[in-house]
């Protein structure tokens, strides 16, 4: 049974407070909530048509929850890739561009290779500061799978910037030299 006007109309009255306060718990902010819920609800209508009027509620919390994980993950990516761009600009004013450069993208190369849950964690711990703890308690798993998820990031990052650590100590050599 597909959701009329009226029908979608009464869910978005029923749920949208409600939603509207999970979103901020799981982003810790305001500033993105309304947008990410336009765009749930906006999916809704769209698939009013293959929604059971049943299930609606289901449907709408697990998209909130999904849409807000890919922001987290997504504002991440955006982060490191931030302080990567500034770390790389520093050296660039000491003539290593290319290299720096190089490492920019690798290091997004690798962090976009990330699997979803694992980026969030990783992104929730290091650039958000929340414990392991915190973030098992935010995203609803064991604090032991956090330490693996990060264990799993870290281990990853680290075997995919090994090529990259002789052209960083060539960089770190050049730079003491040129001081």
């Known amino acids: 049974m597909a959701l009329d006007n ?24 305001e500033v993105y909530v309304e947008d990410i819920l336009q765009n749930v609800f906006i999916r809704l209508w769209e698939t009013r048509a293959t929604i059971n009027e049943v299930s609606v509620k289901a449907y709408l919390y697990t998209a909130v929850r999904n849409a807000c994980l890919n922001h987290l993950k997504h504002k991440g990516v955006q982060a490191v890739y931030a302080h990567t761009a500034r770390v790389t600009g520093d050296e660039a004013d000491r003539g290593n561009t290319v290299e720096q450069k190089e490492l920019g993208e690798q290091i997004q190369r690798l962090l976009n290779r990330l699997p979803e849950k694992c980026a969030t964690v990783f992104y929730m711990c290091r650039q958000l500061g929340l414990s392991y703890r915190q973030v098992a308690e935010e995203l609803d798993l064991s604090v032991k799978t956090v330490e693996n998820h990060m264990t799993k990031a870290l281990k990853f990052l680290r075997g995919g910037l090994a090529a990259y650590l002789v052209s960083l100590l060539l960089l770190f050599i050049h730079q003491l030299f040129n001081l």
């Not at 029908?7 to 939603?19: G, I, N, T």
């Open 6 to 29: 009226v029908q979608y109309r009464q869910v978005f009255d029923l749920h949208y407070e409600a939603l509207y306060g999970y979103a901020c718990s799981i982003l810790r902010s």
